[in-house]
């Protein structure tokens, strides 16, 4: 599950809006988090603030309409950089490449809060 910190306090979750595209297009993000369950054991969080732009999407595999959810994939994009995070069931995958190389749609990012 995802959630976030926006500018001014306000959190926001996966929970409340099911799907990244509710997201309001002029959100300002201080951090999004991505929560994932440890089978019983503490969830494991991880924060990510700092960036200029994000995106959360879902990963699935099979047919539509009966899609299974397999993980999440987090965009974040800062000084013309995106870094793709994949977080899996069984592990996780992590890239980096030019802003101009992503094939993410510009309507699926959301603004951040840097600091700098």
Do not use: N
């Not at 809006?17 to 988090?33: F, N, S």
């Not at 603030?49 to 965009?75: D, F, K, N, W």
């Amino acid at each position: 599950m995802w959630a976030l910190k926006l500018k001014g306090g306000i959190e926001l979750t996966e929970k409340e809006l099911e799907y990244w595209d509710r997201v309001p297009a002029d959100a300002e993000i201080e951090a999004l988090a991505l929560i994932q369950p440890r089978g019983g054991k503490k969830m494991f969080v991880h924060d990510f603030r700092g960036y200029e732009e994000y995106c959360c999407a879902r990963m699935g595999v099979g047919p539509i309409p009966v899609l299974t959810q397999t993980g999440y994939c987090l965009y974040l994009s800062i000084h013309g950089q995106v870094t793709e995070i994949e977080f899996l069931d069984d592990g996780m995958r992590v890239k980096s490449y030019p802003r101009e190389k992503s094939d993410v749609p510009d309507r699926c990012w959301r603004r951040g809060l840097t600091t700098h």
